[in-house]
């Protein structure tokens, strides 16, 4: 049967919802962030018209173009990689950014930050199961690396960290996982309370992640359908 993005959106706000209930928390504090890279202009426009203005892009070429392209009230959060050449456009075009796991990205977006008089949310990168294949700082540096940055680089509204679990693996691995979550995101919260965002949870895992208390969801495919 044909779905499109609306009949796509209502299964996953009752899916958002349920897993809400269950975890016993309020749904205002689960923000949905729907993952537009490599879809086509048109299908953030269709879904900017149900009322999603939360879109992330993991290239920075494409964020610009959409950026400029597509309502200027849509919040653009860049969840890819950060390359060097690239922290220009990304501080120009986006409102948000998760995906800091170096310092020397942080610095030279702080820059140019700066100089453009601008502030962005930002998220530290954890590579939780210390995949090769993964960006993403160690665990165990994540607290220590989120307050140097804090106090280094002003322009950089540190807000939480941000997480991309392994999929397609064991119930009681996933579950290792949100539990290894879960206690980093309680010590973070104990040493910086003010970093209370976990963005958390992709098309095949956001109901464990709103039970593991995440705050952002970026959804894609399952939202915005196959790119
Ligand atoms: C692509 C991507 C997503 C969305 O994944 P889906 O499986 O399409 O929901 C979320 N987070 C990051 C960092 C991504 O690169």
Known sequence: MYQGIAERLLDISSKVHEA????????KDVKLVAVSKLQPIDVINQAYALGINNFGENYA??????SLACPKDIIWHFIGPIQSNKVSLIAKHANWVHSIDREKIAKKLNE???NEGKKIHALVQVNIDKEDSKSGIPPEEAVDFVNELMSDYPSLMLEGLMFMPKINVSNKAKMDTMNKIIDLQKLLLTKIP???HLSLGTSSDFEESILAGSTILRI????????
């Open 20 to 27: 809400c209930r269950q975890a016993q928390r309020s749904e």
């Open 194 to 196: 003010s970093c209370t």
């Open 112 to 114: 140019v930050l700066e």
């Open 61 to 66: 070429q494409e964020l610009a173009k959409k």
């Open 220 to 227: 894609g495919e399952s939202l915005l359908g196959k790119r």
